[in-house]
């Protein structure tokens, strides 16, 4: 798990004000609580005094109160208050540690940093949008699966598991094509741009376009472990933003943005994107939590297809990332400047 980065601790909506909200990200526990101004706020969930969950306490306006012996916190994590102090003058308090917090395409991110990188340099990842301008629907879907996050990753950038996982939906196994996709670098990740491709034959893809039209597609991997992807065809767009987000050693969720310019008025097209958006990833669920499975008995996996190129770059990004964090001169990015990899699916 990397430290260092944006990840997404819920939806918006689930942050209610005077309602803390545990969540855990990279195996930090972690309270949202929403000020009377409406923005969220991070602290870690627990008490500096005994360590109780500091989300089993209560808020009280723009701060939190602990449960066990009334410590209250303001919402930058200061300690404002000890009921048992018997003294007028206050010792130094401990605080409580506060996350960076942005609201964005409907998530809530937390930055998750450290010594090396305490503060964020960007911003979350957005969902693509048209260049137009013009406007967009959205869908948001979240699937827990008991994974570790290399695994979770591995599924985003592996195109050969589509027509097995997927079948119908994206691809149909009895219609494989050769693929031959060109990727070049990113700073922290890659991208394949693809013009004038064949939709495959699909309910998904005619929803998009009917007839099936030409489309130009942009696919876009960052780390930590973000999948960004753009379909065009003609003044038609769609994207897509699926995040493998770690909770803890074990554990990742599953969250997709999708977002889409056409058919405005056909409201309930959004309850159906979301069924067919959770259908799809409960798939990848049932999938890994198999992988999973296996590696209880022996851990050692095979890449040696140039479609397992994209999992051994995610490795390599990873070190790499770290690298210079660690200060080392001059760390080599794994991911060629330009190069094309082939695939049947």
Known sequence: MLEGFWYIATASRHIRAGHPTEVTLLNQPIVLLRDRSHAVHALEDRC???????????????????RYHGWRYALSGTCLEVPALAHAANPKLPCVRSFPVQEQDGWVWVYMGNDRCPLATSLPPKLPVPSDGSRMLSARVSVPV??????????LVDPAHVPFVHNRFFRQRHVARMK??????????FRTV??????????????LTPDLGRARTTVDFLLPGIHL???EVGKRFGSVMLIA?????????LDITIGWN??????PLVWLVRLVAKTTLSQDREILELQEQGHRH???????????????WYRQLQKYHLDQLAGFPNPTHPVPEKTTLRWTT
């Open 180 to 189: 031959e996709k060109e990727f070049t670098r990113l700073p922290l990740g």
């Open 262 to 267: 056409f058919l405005q008025w056909a409201v």
């Open 298 to 312: 022996k851990t050692t996996m095979s890449f040696s297809l140039e479609s397992d190129t994209m999992a051994v």
């Open 229 to 231: 992807e753009t379909l």
């Open 245 to 253: 987000t770690p909770l803890t050693t074990e554990t990742t969720r």
């Open 146 to 155: 008991k994974v570790s996050i290399d695994l979770a990753v591995d599924s």
């Open 194 to 207: 693809s013009e004038n491709i064949r939709l495959p034959d699909t309910f998904i893809f005619r929803a």
């Open 48 to 66: 500096a005094h005994r360590g109780v969950p500091l989300s089993a306490g209560w808020q009280e306006g723009d701060s939190i109160r602990c």
